[in-house]
């Protein structure tokens, strides 16, 4: 069964901390992908990765970066948080043509 | 661009009745779609999805979702409701000619009453 694993299920941060949320996954999925979830907004993409060091912008990058040294693992990183990033953040994976695999997300709050 | 519009902020239905949960999208090539289900403070599980072939797909929890390509939908059925399919519903559509991304729709609320 694949495993997505994030690193904190919440956190709590504040205002201008550079903040890591790791994402892992252990079936040696191509792709992998970060989504922010805000209530009657549905899921957003940030951003999504293809191949080892390689990224794409989804529609909202702003305020966000990404990093992919190995395939298992997908970093989401927020240069200097603010309240407006405030979310659950999930990290999903998934092999070609297949569906998404996520994670049981991460609750951050940015005071 | 691709969409997906999920009509329905909240469905409520008895337990044992039918649920349908309403989707419809756009895009511009042969969508793959797709069904999601989230419980409190978890990640989305995958339920169903069309790719090609027969329009009545049917997947995990007695769940069952219909293709319609004249009307751009994809509604998530299920014959009789149980309390334990209340939760977070999320349709998502994947475009081949934008690549990996999917998109999701806003999500529906399904409360099943007993």
């Known amino acids: 069964d694949v495993k997505v694993t994030q690193s904190s299920r919440y956190l709590v941060k504040r205002t201008g901390e550079k903040v890591f949320l790791e994402c892992v996954q252990d079936?040696?999925?191509?792709?992998m992908f970060w989504y922010r979830q805000d209530p009657g907004l549905g899921l957003r993409l940030i951003y999504f990765s293809y191949d080892v060091k390689m990224k794409e912008k989804g529609d909202i990058p702003e305020g966000y970066s990404v990093s992919r040294e190995k395939k298992e693992r997908f970093s989401l990183i927020l240069e200097s948080a603010s309240t407006n990033q405030t979310s659950m953040y999930l990290c999903?994976?998934?092999?070609?043509?297949?569906?998404?695999?996520f994670g049981n997300g991460t609750r951050l709050t940015v005071t | 661009a691709q969409s997906v519009a999920q009509p329905e902020d909240q469905v409520n239905v008895a337990e044992g009745n039918p649920l349908t949960v309403k989707c419809t999208y756009s895009v511009s090539g042969n969508p793959y779609l797709f069904w999601y289900v989230q419980y409190p403070n978890r990640g989305l599980q995958f339920l169903l999805k069309y790719i090609t072939g027969d329009n009545l797909v049917k997947g995990s929890y007695g769940f069952e979702a219909e293709f319609n390509k004249s009307q751009t939908s994809f509604h998530l059925k299920k014959p009789s409701a149980l309390v334990s399919d209340s939760a977070l519903y999320f349709c998502?559509?994947?475009?081949?000619?934008?690549?990996?991304?999917?998109?999701f729709g806003p999500g529906t609320r399904l409360s099943v009453l007993p």
């Open positions: 999903a994976s998934s092999p070609d043509d297949s569906p998404l695999h």
């Open positions: 079936m040696d999925h191509e792709n």
């Open positions: 998502a559509v994947r475009d081949l000619n934008y690549g990996q991304n999917f998109v």
